[in-house]
């Protein structure tokens, strides 16, 4: 299986202002992915972090807002830009693997507050 | 939409008791997973059911697949209070050799009290 770790665990941010979250796996992964859990609610897929190329968006995320960096095999981020109180939610880091398994396994995620 | 719906959406049983939830999908699949999340913490991958695969175990769970009724449901038995959680189904769709595309599209969960 794949630990997962996430920086900052919480934060509480101003709006308009950006914040850059990390993700830590302990393993090479094939896969990575964001997601975000809006108060009371269940997980949407933001993107798929691909590594050494854009990240993959789905409908209703754009890159300029949510930019996504993956530099490697083990290692992403997702930075939550411009941001207002709608965007107060927790985001999740998420990998594939490693190996060709299709478990995926989820970080602790970061509870992100915008007043 | 693929995404799924999971009843009933909150569940309150006694210690001992057995709980059933239930999920249900609108498309044709790769796998099913399901998760428990604790107090809107990370999420803790419980098991995963293939397509091809009717049942699975792992410890006190159990989880069934009908891919004719495109529905899946997860026991729980001998209910402890530390299974206190919400629950989610996600289902993952299919891509080259047998695995999936890998993004996961999640349930509305179910939300499981267990009182000692």
């Known amino acids: 299986s794949a630990v997962i770790s996430q920086k900052p665990s919480r934060d509480i941010c101003q709006r308009g202002t950006s914040l850059t979250i990390q993700c830590q796996v302990d393993s090479q992964v094939t896969m990575m992915f964001w997601y975000r859990q809006q108060p009371g609610q269940s997980l949407t897929l933001i993107a798929t972090a691909n590594q050494g190329s854009e990240a993959t968006y789905e409908s209703g995320f754009v890159i300029d807002k949510f930019p996504i960096s993956r530099p490697n095999l083990t290692f992403s981020t997702l930075t939550v830009s411009n941001m207002s109180p709608e965007d107060s939610s927790i985001y999740l880091c998420s990998a594939r693997g490693p190996g060709n398994t299709d478990t995926q396994y989820f970080g602790p995620g970061t509870r992100l507050t915008v007043l | 939409s693929q995404q799924g719906e999971e009843d009933p959406q909150a569940l309150s049983i006694q210690e001992g008791e057995n709980a059933t939830m239930n999920c249900s999908y609108k498309?044709?699949?790769?796998?099913l997973q399901w998760y428990r999340q604790n107090s809107g913490r990370g999420l803790v991958h419980l098991i995963l059911?293939?397509?091809?695969?009717r049942e699975k175990h792992s410890g006190r769970l159990r989880v069934t697949l009908d891919t004719s009724k495109k529905s899946s449901s997860l026991l729980i038995t001998a209910s402890r209070a530390a299974d206190t959680a919400s629950y989610f189904c996600?289902?993952?769709?299919?891509?080259?050799?047998?695995?999936?595309?890998?993004?996961?599209?999640f349930g509305q969960g179910t939300i499981l009290t267990v009182h000692p």
């Open positions: 498309t044709s699949i790769n796998n």
């Open positions: 996600a289902t993952a769709f299919g891509g080259a050799g047998g695995t999936s595309y890998g993004k996961l599209t």
């Open positions: 059911i293939r397509s091809n695969e």
